[in-house]
């Protein structure tokens, strides 16, 4: 994630912002030039963007933005759609007649739009349901108390990915985290792992990449179901975290692999922060982890290689580690990460388009626009159950 600022004023603004609390102007996130511009108010519901990269492009801002102030992106003006590219992907919402549902509902998008930020930063294809009506991704919502076929699943299934909106409330998570002991529970975390397994099947399935797969992950076409149920009866091997990033990559290769995408978001967005902050550690010794800054640092479209990347990224985490514990907290990154995950992590680093390959925007949404519309019901598109958990 870039420091972004106010082309106004300067002040330093952040992602989530929609007006700089400097001088007052109007923010939205650009995605086609992955920034956060000021605004200038234009006749109806124009605006143009005073960020230099726009070149006085005018937007409008997302209808999610000016109804529901669940989102912060625009939409180019001359574009037929009222919702931005994120909001496009989210098909079904939580009833937002029920209290609650809309902060839920916020949290989520807020999330996502972290994540496809990154996706979008990485030149990683963002296809939604119109332009690939059978494997483009799209984001489902759903609540336990409207679904008809039982607790609601978070998982992915063909490029849909299903999340609980009870993983929006941060005690509700911390139980479930509690309850699976799990040592890392975040909803941004959730995200990051479910477009795995989309990415699994647009990077690996069917391509050259797949026996090198299998060597490194294990046999994907060994029965899903049966090695969940194994998972979840018999638990993981003692000697797990010598092979595994979590003990849940253990259940299944697909698992392994959604598990270590996650952990390689992490990294290359924790990293370019670091970066785009000028963050370095300048250890007393020489055998203490240091960081350089990257000068210069934008967003992640030109990566650093793996190596410089699993090194920085041990000397953030032990700083990140030792800074949580000063504070009372527990380990902001409870990983131990050893040479066959770090293999692991090198293979998706291998997996990535090239740099400067073409980043794929998704097209003008045509679907109806559930996001739009104001508390849809949700009880008729649960559907079956996602199959990646």
């Not at 234009?42 to 726009?54: I, N, R, T």
């Not at 939580?94 to 509902?105: C, D, F, M, R, S």
């Not at 059978?134 to 490029?159: C, I, K, Y």
């Not at 253990?250 to 967005?269: G, I, K």
Request: aromatic content about 8%; overall charge negative; hydrophobic content about 40%.
């Amino acid at each position: 994630m870039k420091v972004f600022h106010c082309q106004n004023c300067q002040q330093t603004v952040f992602f989530e912002n929609t007006n700089c609390t400097h001088c007052g102007h109007a923010l939205a996130f650009l995605p086609d030039t992955l920034e956060i511009a000021a605004l200038d108010p234009q006749e109806g519901d124009h605006w143009v963007s005073m960020a230099p990269a726009s070149k006085g492009q005018h937007y409008r801002l997302c209808a999610n933005y000016l109804d529901h102030q669940v989102c912060n992106w625009a939409v180019p003006a001359d574009s037929h759609d009222t919702l931005c590219v994120s909001c496009q992907l989210t098909r079904v919402l939580p009833n937002l007649e029920t209290p609650g549902n809309l902060e839920a509902w916020r949290k989520l998008e807020t999330a996502k739009r972290r994540l496809l930020y990154t996706l979008l930063a990485l030149g990683l294809p963002v296809r939604n349901r119109r332009e690939d009506p059978d494997h483009g991704l799209a984001f489902d919502f759903l609540s336990d108390e409207l679904a008809a076929a039982g607790p609601v699943l978070t998982g992915h299934d063909e490029g849909v990915i299903t999340i609980n909106i009870a993983e929006a409330d941060d005690v509700e998570r911390e139980k479930r985290r509690v309850a699976l002991h799990e040592p890392y529970r975040t909803l941004l975390g959730h995200f990051r792992h479910e477009v795995g397994h989309y990415y699994w099947d647009e990077l690996i399935r069917g391509s050259d990449r797949l026996q090198a797969f299998r060597a490194l992950f294990g046999d994907e076409s060994t029965d899903y179901a049966a090695a969940l149920q194994q998972h979840y009866q018999d638990g993981a091997s003692s000697n797990w975290a010598d092979q595994y990033v979590s003990n849940y990559a253990s259940s299944h290769p697909w698992e392994d692999w959604a598990e270590t995408w996650a952990h390689y978001l992490h990294m290359v967005d924790a990293l370019d922060t670091a970066d785009a902050c000028g963050l370095h550690l300048q250890p007393q010794r020489d055998d203490e982890p240091a960081l350089q800054a990257e000068a210069g640092a934008v967003v992640p479209t030109e990566p650093r290689g793996f190596d410089r990347t699993i090194s920085d990224w041990l000397a953030l985490t032990y700083a990140l580690n030792n800074l949580s514990r000063s504070l009372g907290q527990p380990d902001s990154y409870p990983f131990v990460l050893q040479p066959p995950v770090i293999e692991k992590l090198r293979f998706i680093h291998d997996s990535l388009p090239q740099p400067g390959a073409t980043v794929a925007v998704p097209a003008p949404e045509a679907q109806v626009e559930v996001s739009a519309q104001p508390a849809p019901p949700v009880a008729a598109a649960n559907g079956p159950q996602a199959v990646a958990a």
